[in-house]
């Protein structure tokens, strides 16, 4: 091997390993700052686990381990609104993730496997 070659391969490492640590400082620098998703508040209802996921920009709602679309849960200024639900607004999480299990089955489809068809 020249020493050209051997020299272009460790500039390729060291570059590399710059960019891994740099990744890993910055994945530590965002769990610390409470970036990262944790559980907000879990409950069962009517024999499904729910599950809010969220951080200090913006919730989710796990049903049964499987996450929603964003459109289906969103937390605003003025509470928690849902599309599946376009004329009401929630004052808490736990009230509209009640409404919209209600509604599974009947007015949309949240969990598929769980409604014969």
Do not use: C, W
């Amino acid at each position: 091997m020249g020493r050209r070659r051997f020299l272009k391969i460790m500039a390729g490492a060291v570059a590399g390993a710059g960019v891994v640590a740099f990744g890993i400082e910055q994945a530590q620098n965002a769990n610390a700052a409470g970036h990262g998703t944790q559980s907000l508040d879990s409950f069962r209802y009517k024999g499904k686990s729910l599950d809010m996921m969220g951080n200090t920009s913006y919730e989710m709602l796990h049903i049964n381990g499987q996450a929603m679309p964003d459109h289906v849960f969103n937390k605003t200024a003025a509470g928690y609104t849902s599309h599946m639900l376009p004329f009401e607004n929630f004052s808490s999480r736990r009230e509209l993730a009640k409404k919209l299990v209600d509604g599974d089955g009947t007015l949309y489809i949240l969990t598929p496997g769980d409604h014969p068809m």
